[in-house]
Nanobody, 117 residues
Framework: QVQHVESGGGLVQAGGCLRLSCAASRSIFSFRSMGWYSQAPGKQRDLVALSAIGGITNYAESVKGRFTISRENAENTVYLQMNSLKPEDTAVYYC???????????WGQGTQVTVSS
C-alpha cells in the first residue's frame, strides 16, 4: 500500500518551531480524517492532532495552543505547525489517514523531531 510522505522534522531548541508536512498517498478527499501522531522511544503512538470531515479538529491536551493542524486540499497535503516546542515533544511524528470508504489506516514512514533544552 502506498504510504503518505512526511517531511519537515529536525533538531530545534526549546521554544522554537517546526512545520511538518504530510503529502497524502492519494486525494485527501478519500480520507475521512487525517491526523498526526507521535511516538517517543519506548512509548506508544499517541494522537497529537486530527482534522476530520466537516472541519472538525482535535488536539491532545499537551499541545493545545501550541500546535495547529491544517490542510491544503489542492496539494493533498496536511501540515502540523509546531510552536513553543518543548523537550518532551521529542518523538517520531507520523501522519495517518483513515480511508473514507473502508476505514483502513494509511500511515507515513514518520519524521523525527528532536527538541533540545
Amino acid at each position: 500500500q502506498v504510504q503518505h510522505v512526511e517531511s519537515g522534522g529536525g533538531l530545534v531548541q526549546a521554544g522554537g518551531c517546526l512545520r511538518l508536512s504530510c503529502a497524502a498517498s492519494r486525494s485527501i478527499f478519500s480520507f475521512r480524517s487525517m491526523g498526526w501522531y507521535s511516538q517517543a522511544p519506548g512509548k506508544q503512538r499517541d494522537l497529537v492532532a486530527l482534522s476530520a470531515i466537516g472541519g472538525i479538529t482535535n488536539y491532545a491536551e499537551s499541545v493545545k495552543g501550541r500546535f495547529t493542524i491544517s490542510r491544503e486540499n489542492a496539494e493533498n497535503t496536511v501540515y502540523l505547525q509546531m510552536n513553543s516546542l518543548k523537550p518532551e515533544d521529542t518523538a517520531v511524528y507520523y501522519c495517518k489517514g483513515v480511508v473514507l470508504v473502508s476505514g483502513y489506516d494509511v500511515w507515513g514512514q514518520g519524521t523525527q523531531v528532536t527538541v533540545s533544552s
